[in-house]
């Protein structure tokens, strides 16, 4: 039971308020399942704490919180939301096999509900650039606190595992009373952006899509995706929250994420696109690729589609991401449909080339045979795979870190991810941001160059810099 001290200081002065009155009933049974650890298995199992709050908005919630890593989480089909402050296990290393190691422990946990959150790097080969060293190569993470929310209200959960965190009855029981709610007061606004730095710039990125183009005639290599990375400094730290809930709002039908390893430094995007969903042994993914902006007029817009869906270079290079996805899931599943056209995907600012893939897993498969398959697709690597990775590690003079690599979460009964893309790194007072086109045979440099600028134009555009940012 908690001390009348402390269960005072969590009520406060006078009549407690609906979250103060959550910490109390979150820290009553944290303390009754801390005191009693008796019986838990010596390796840890997964206790997860919960407990119903009043209406809280999930970011304004994350940007109250003093603990990390810091995170969001928020599906493609809108809706429920998670954002989690601290650590209860942490699982890193250097490739997906290590993601295996969870299923013991969530599966041990006997709650569904259980999920590490966490992603890694595009490349883990390639030497890490200092700025992507606080995220690792593969990290996921088991947070110590959980706010989900949703249509019906929110959720705050505290996970425990034991009888490890028997040992830290109090430091868990501080962090409980150390939960702080939103204030209420408007975050401001983002500063005005000083310089811009390009990498490649003009001339660098013309003569890596003409190597590119020289290769193709060479044979063995179909398709390779090029990205740029523009930095952005600005006269003042950047709040991360702040381009989250821009985000949020500039992007509803997007997976959106949030990963800030320590303060001052995040990653944060919002991917259209799945890498893969499991429930159960059934498995979904996408082959998407190519695109166009969202016209200004209902008759702009239509032209825009059907031009999408008449290019032949957009087909071509789709086609080589669809072929990838087959030949990743393949020998993996049972059965494996690949919807046979291909669709629109549209987005508030843009349109892709969509073609959905299903498929049932073999008995045994795990996450992480699948997530080794299919990182990267041809859509933000190339195909085949290894020539067209080999032509990036060459080619492009920075390194990509988390962009375009796996993120998401892992359960015992279910998982997803996505592909990190259409997202910027956060240092400082320093904002990166990361695009990438598909080159085939046929490509001209100065039109992909200006693919990627509108793909960075729309973000920059989310984030309320628009023309500044040029």
């Not at 103060?20 to 838990?40: F, H, I």
């Not at 590119?212 to 290599?221: K, N, P, Y």
Request: glycine share 14%; proline share 6%.
């Amino acid at each position: 039971m908690l001390s009348s001290e402390r269960a005072g200081r969590i009520r406060g002065a006078g009549a407690p308020d609906d979250a103060a009155r959550a910490r109390w009933v979150l820290a009553e049974k944290a303390s009754r399942v801390l005191s009693s650890p008796a019986g838990y298995p010596d390796e840890g199992r997964v206790v997860r704490l919960s407990v119903a709050v009043g209406p809280v908005d999930a970011l304004g919630w994350l940007r109250e919180q003093r603990s990390y890593p810091r995170m969001h989480w928020s599906g493609r089909e809108g809706g429920a939301g998670i954002s989690a402050v601290g650590i209860a296990d942490l699982q890193t290393g250097g490739e997906p096999e290590d993601i295996d190691v969870l299923h013991k422990r969530l599966l041990e946990s006997g709650d569904g509900d259980v999920r590490y959150y966490g992603g890694g790097r595009f490349d883990p080969g390639r030497v890490v650039d200092e700025e992507w060293e606080p995220f690792g190569a593969y990290s996921f993470v088991l947070p110590r606190f959980e706010l989900h929310t949703g249509e019906e209200g929110a959720t705050l959960v505290c996970n425990l595992v034991l009888p490890r965190d028997a040992a830290r009855q109090e430091e868990v029981l501080d962090q409980i009373e150390g939960l702080r709610t939103p204030s209420g007061v408007p975050a401001g606004t983002l500063p005005e952006p000083l310089y811009r730095k390009d990498a490649p710039g003009r001339e660098g990125w013309e003569g890596n899509v003409g190597r590119a183009l020289a290769a193709f005639s060479e044979g063995g290599l179909g398709k390779v995706v090029l990205a740029r990375r523009a930095e952005f400094g600005f006269g003042e730290d950047l709040d991360g929250i702040l381009l989250a809930e821009e985000l949020r709002d500039a992007a509803p039908d997007c997976f959106r994420f949030y990963v800030e390893p320590e303060e001052g430094v995040a990653f944060l995007g919002a991917s259209p696109e799945r890498l893969f969903r499991r429930e159960g042994r059934s498995v979904r993914s996408e082959a998407v690729a190519g695109t166009r902006p969202r016209g200004v007029s209902s008759a702009e817009d239509e032209g825009l589609r059907d031009e999408l869906l008449g290019s032949e270079k957009d087909r071509s290079e789709h086609g080589f991401v669809k072929v990838g996805i087959r030949e990743a899931l393949g020998p993996l599943c049972t059965g494996l449909e690949v919807e046979s056209g291909v669709s629109e995907m549209k987005l508030a600012s843009r349109r892709h080339l969509v073609s959905r893939v299903r498929g049932e897993l073999r008995e045994g498969v795990t996450d992480a045979e699948v997530l080794r398959a299919l990182h990267p697709t041809p859509a933000v690597g190339g195909y085949p795979g290894g020539p067209a990775l080999e032509g990036i590690r060459e080619l492009e003079p920075f390194d990509r870190g988390w962009w375009a690599g796996p993120i998401g979460w892992v359960g015992a009964d279910a998982s997803e991810f996505a592909v990190g893309i259409r997202s910027g790194l956060i240092r400082g007072r320093t904002l990166a941001l990361f695009s990438g086109a598909g080159i085939v045979p046929g490509s001209r440099a100065e039109e992909e160059w200006a693919e990627v600028e509108q793909k960075i134009g729309d973000f920059t555009g989310a984030f309320g810099l628009g023309n500044r940012a040029r």
